[in-house]
């Protein structure tokens, strides 16, 4: 992997961290999973990485978790983060990011913010919660349609991201055309 590549996926990994600096809003009924704007990062990895690289970027972010970085919203990190009820948001978080980047590589003739609100809508949120519910329901002892009812609360914030990862997506490409390597 040329040294280039792995500066992106470095980057988008530290904007993924800088991210979690944003104070969490913690939502109890649904065993804590908070909401963070992590997520925008996740999204812009793969609609500006592409598949491969976003994905690669958002499991260097979990590997650093991982091994005890507090880099999770609020200060968390460490392997004990996988064992609470969000451990399914972030699994879902590197697919989510491999399929906006798949989805923003699919449709190059498509207009840049129209492709990244797609690819964010479908990568960051619908991917994302296919993991997430489950895992709020299983680690949180919830039934699923509960689970699914409790997380609608994310939805608007979500769908801000996905406004806001367009802007920027369209912003960068039309200053730093060469910055869009899902379109490369």
């Known amino acids: 992997m ?3 590549s792995l500066v992106h996926i470095a980057f988008y990994a ?3 961290a800088a991210l979690g600096l944003v104070p969490p809003v913690a939502i109890p009924f649904l065993g804590g999973v908070p909401i963070t704007a992590q997520t925008l990062g996740v999204m812009l990895a793969g609609i500006m990485l592409g598949p491969v690289r976003g994905a690669l970027a958002v499991l260097l972010f979990l590997f650093l978790v ?3 970085a507090p880099f999770l919203a609020g ?3 460490g392997l ?4 609470t009820p969000s451990v399914g948001f972030l699994i879902g978080w590197p697919v989510g990011a491999f399929v906006a980047g798949w989805i923003m590589r699919a449709t190059p003739g ?6 990244a609100a797609i690819s964010a809508a479908v990568g960051g949120i619908l991917v994302v919660y296919l993991f997430g519910i489950p895992g709020v329901a299983y680690m949180a002892g919830l039934p699923l349609l509960t689970a699914a009812a409790g997380s609608a609360i994310y939805i608007p914030g979500d769908l801000v991201k996905v406004v806001l990862a367009a802007l ?3 912003t960068i490409a039309r200053g730093l055309p060469g910055a869009m390597l899902s379109r490369g």
């Open 110 to 115: 498509m207009n840049i913010f129209a492709s």
């Open 2 to 4: 040329a040294d280039r």
């Open 75 to 77: 200060g968390r990190g």
């Open 80 to 83: 004990g983060v996988f064992a």
């Open 14 to 16: 530290a904007l993924i």
């Open 168 to 170: 920027i997506a369209q």
């Open 66 to 68: 991982a091994l005890g």
